[in-house]
């Protein structure tokens, strides 16, 4: 069979079973959110109510880490020079429940190099699938769905990375209770937890190391609620001591009212909404109570239409071309394909792959797979990162600038409402010789934007995402020249 007709019967196999993605999810449930209302419970805030006292933590992990070791995967490139794990950790022996994780050490000087842990959004989508195989992962999957090539920009350049598949139901993620599948922020966050303290039972060489946490989209929720847990239970005698020193979230998701209102001002800015649509938008729909009435959704609906079949997660990008010839030249990171998504379907559902990656045999699916209901989320982040803020800790807020879902314009807008003093004066940031973005930094917290590139930062503009995450690591702001 001719290659370009093999690869779109595979991409119109997957295209039935690859309904949902990391950001139609998220638009799904922002649309769900005009039901709702806030409650005090869904402030985002993780304290320690001791709920946390009984956190499972099994010491007795020995020989767990060189079980979960990779020979090599399948398909894999030439010349690999770093060790990779995945396998299970039980998070509830009682339920049964077990988070699945893809570890990658850095290929240079690992022994020194500080741990990452990167959570996708969704809610309920992969780290693995997305984060892992399409974004800053040390592979990416070639269109024939069975062989890698490398990311020559991926993060394991600079620091020993954790790709988490989190809640239970997400990916290869899994419970025995079927229950576990109805689920949402708070057991998320206290399961991340759980995850972490057996992980590092697991890899006690970690233990003492510098560590962040990274995520994007709707980690906006999962990434500050983990470190508030984090932060909470290091004051406790009796817990292994997580050496926290940052986040950073990209395209991230905090605030209902902020993250709509950017939505829509982003639409009219970048020519995608007519002057009445915006003007009855601004009219009618009041972003700072949230009280949205029936004429607000009217106008933002209309928004919604006037914007059309394009990409909203990368305003610019093209759409996955079923019908489009296999290029002869080798793939570039450079060069994010919209097919991605597929073909990292196909390759993760290989049988060798899953016995490579000691998974569990299962129908592998980017997002919500098993998993089939988010009971309860924040309406806004801003609280804990507002604690987070006074704890010290190293706060960085990205964005790619094309994104108008989840967009630049909206995290400006999140992060105004905490009027800090700005510290450091806007100012474009480089990436080798080129304007890489634009940064600015306050007391207390970095914002900093990717050039060209949408939702998931790393996809888009890789080199540029590596130079952001290695300043975040060292502690400074990229280069300024």
């Known amino acids: ?37 806030a409650t005090r419970s869904q402030l985002g805030v993780e304290e320690d109510d001791g709920t946390y006292n009984s956190v499972y933590v099994d010491y007795s992990q020995d020989g767990l880490m060189e079980a979960d070791k990779i020979g090599s995967l399948p398909g894999q490139p030439q010349g690999v020079d770093f060790d990779q794990y995945a396998g299970y950790v039980t998070v509830d022996p009682k339920h049964g429940r077990a988070l699945f994780y893809y570890f990658v050490e850095s290929s240079l000087n690992s022994s020194t190099k500080p741990l990452v842990l990167w959570l996708n959004g969704g809610p309920g989508c992969s780290s693995l699938g997305y984060g892992a195989m399409e974004e800053l992962g040390p592979f990416r999957v070639n269109s024939d769905g069975k ?209 490579a990656l000691h998974a569990e045999a299962t129908n592998w699916a980017a997002c919500g797979g098993r998993l089939v209901d988010w009971t309860d989320d924040a309406p806004t982040i801003l609280p804990a990162i507002e604690l987070l803020m006074a704890s010290g800790i190293r706060i960085w807020l990205y964005s790619g600038d094309v994104d108008s879902v989840v967009s630049v314009t909206s995290t400006r807008y999140a992060i105004k409402t905490f009027k800090l003093p700005v510290t450091t004066a806007w100012r474009p940031w480089y990436n080798n010789n080129e304007v890489g973005g634009y940064v600015e930094e306050y007391k207390g917290l970095t914002f900093i934007t990717v050039r060209g590139s949408g939702h998931t930062v790393p996809s888009f503009q890789p080199e540029r995402a590596l130079t952001m995450i290695s300043s975040f690591l060292q502690g400074k702001l990229p280069p300024s020249s």
């Open 1 to 37: 069979m001719h290659p370009t007709i093999l690869r779109s019967l595979l991409l119109f196999l997957l295209l039935g079973s690859c309904t949902a993605n990391q950001m139609s999810r998220l638009r799904d449930l922002i649309k769900s959110h005009r039901l709702g209302s």
């Open 147 to 355: 062989t890698l090539y490398r990311n020559e920009y991926a993060w394991n350049n600079v620091a020993n990375v954790i790709f988490l598949e989190s809640p239970a139901g997400v990916g290869f993620s899994y419970s025995n209770t079927s229950s576990d599948y109805s689920t949402g922020d708070k057991k998320t966050a206290k399961d991340s937890y759980t995850f972490l303290l057996n992980w590092l039972e697991r890899f006690p060489q970690y233990k003492t190391r510098d560590f962040y946490i990274t995520g994007e989209s709707y980690a906006g929720h999962y990434v500050p609620q983990l470190a508030s847990i984090i932060l909470s239970k290091n004051k406790s005698s009796n817990q292994t001591i997580i050496n926290l020193k940052g986040i950073a979230i990209g395209n991230a998701w905090i605030d209902d009212n902020t993250g709509t209102k950017g939505t829509y001002d982003y639409y009219w800015t970048h020519g995608l909404n007519s002057d009445e649509t915006n003007a009855g938008i601004n009219k009618n729909c009041d972003y700072l109570t949230g009280n949205f009435s029936s004429v607000c959704y009217k106008y933002q609906d209309a928004g919604d239409k006037e914007v059309g079949p394009i990409d909203r997660y990368n305003i610019y990008a093209p759409f996955c071309n079923t019908s489009a010839p296999i290029s002869s030249t080798p793939p570039s990171v450079k060069d994010f394909d919209p097919c991605s998504d597929y073909y990292v379907e196909s390759y993760l559902n290989l049988a060798e792959v899953q016995v």
